[in-house]
């Protein structure tokens, strides 16, 4: 019979994180809504599991350093569902968007690439012209 009480536990338990999980989801769900072409094109990808593993384990070397740094014990397992703590407000992926916002500028305006590859070539071939100039002297 304890057996069965600890199930009924257990449910309590899940039952009661319900609120949060569903909450959690909504919010998910809102964000996704307008992507979810390429959220589902990414996650049926067939390295998208390899990769989130391998982030994952990226996630608890990082944790486990910043834990010795702070002179704390290793953290205890977690449960699959809880956020690491040094993910709690994202991975910072708002660091990108410019990076991005200039990949597309570039797409949509080629001639500025080929332009910023120009003058770059261009700095190489004026100082090559000036140091020759002054050597010439």
């Not at 909450?23 to 996650?43: D, E, F, M, Y």
Request: hydrophobic share 45%; charged share 20%; proline share 7%.
């Amino acid at each position: 019979m304890q057996h069965l009480s600890g199930g009924v536990e257990d449910i309590i338990t899940l039952v009661g994180g319900a609120g949060d999980l569903a909450a959690s989801a909504n919010t998910i769900l809102q964000k996704v809504r307008p992507h979810i072409g390429i959220v589902r094109a990414i996650v049926e990808d067939n390295g998208f599991a390899p990769l989130m593993t391998r982030v994952k384990t990226i996630v608890e070397i990082e944790d486990a350093k910043a834990r010795t740094r702070q002179g704390l014990p290793p953290a205890p397992p977690r449960r699959p569902e809880q956020v690491p703590t040094s993910m709690k407000g994202g991975i910072g992926l708002s660091r990108y968007v410019p990076l991005v916002d200039k990949y597309i500028f570039l797409l949509r305006n080629p001639i500025a690439g080929y332009g910023a590859i120009a003058g770059f070539l261009g700095l190489f071939v004026g100082a090559g012209y000036l140091l020759g100039k002054r050597a010439a002297k």
